[in-house]
């Protein structure tokens, strides 16, 4: 599990590279496709900043979006609002999506915070996990179902940007 740092955004050098860069206001999506911001790899250097791999759940941990949570669908560093949660050979992208999904109402009941309520990375691992019956899961095979969901979303991404290049020729 990783708590991210923002780089210092003062410094030009650090910002509008390659490298994916996600805030917690983009966890409002299912799943995280094309991320907005970028930083360089001096940046990811110089900041405590991890990459997240491609398939880490993602969570919101303050503010508006405290709660969020997203699949990440490639590989991404977070601001300091965001908790990465990297999948292993025990618990699945899909389950982890799903499970704290089910059970973020329950994480935040042990939020903190005065003026602004938050919940810290320890609220999101200590609660427990039941580890799910693997012939179960073979059985529902969620990833064919959360593939097919990507497969839509990028295909409406596309197809909203064939209508914006069709309605900017259009009125041209």
């Given at each position: 599990m990783e708590l991210d740092v923002t780089p210092n955004t003062a410094k030009s050098e650090y910002l509008g590279g390659d490298i994916a860069w996600i805030n917690s206001g983009e966890i409002n999506k299912f799943r995280i496709i094309s991320p907005t911001k970028y930083i360089t790899k001096l940046g990811l250097q110089k900041s405590n900043t991890k990459l997240l791999p491609k398939g880490s759940v993602v969570v919101a941990i303050t503010g508006a979006t405290l709660g969020q949570v997203s699949l990440l669908e490639t590989d991404s560093c977070a601001n300091q609002s965001v908790v990465g949660i990297i999948p292993n050979l025990?618990?699945?992208?899909?389950?982890?999506?799903?499970?704290?999904?089910?059970?973020?109402?329950?994480?935040?009941?042990?939020?903190?915070?005065?003026?602004?309520?938050?919940i810290n990375k320890n609220d999101i691992a200590n609660y427990p996990i039941i580890k799910p019956n693997k012939e179960y899961l073979?059985?529902?095979?969620?990833?064919?179902?959360?593939?097919?969901?990507?497969?839509?979303?990028?295909?409406?991404?596309?197809?909203?940007?064939?209508?914006?290049?069709?309605?900017r020729k259009i009125f041209e």
């Open positions: 025990e618990f699945s992208s899909e389950f982890l999506y799903l499970w704290i999904k089910f059970n973020i109402d329950k994480i935040i009941l042990n939020q903190t915070g005065g003026a602004q309520q938050h073979k059985t529902i095979n969620l990833k064919v179902y959360f593939d097919r969901i990507s497969h839509n979303t990028k295909e409406i991404l596309n197809l909203q940007q064939m209508r914006d290049l069709v309605l």
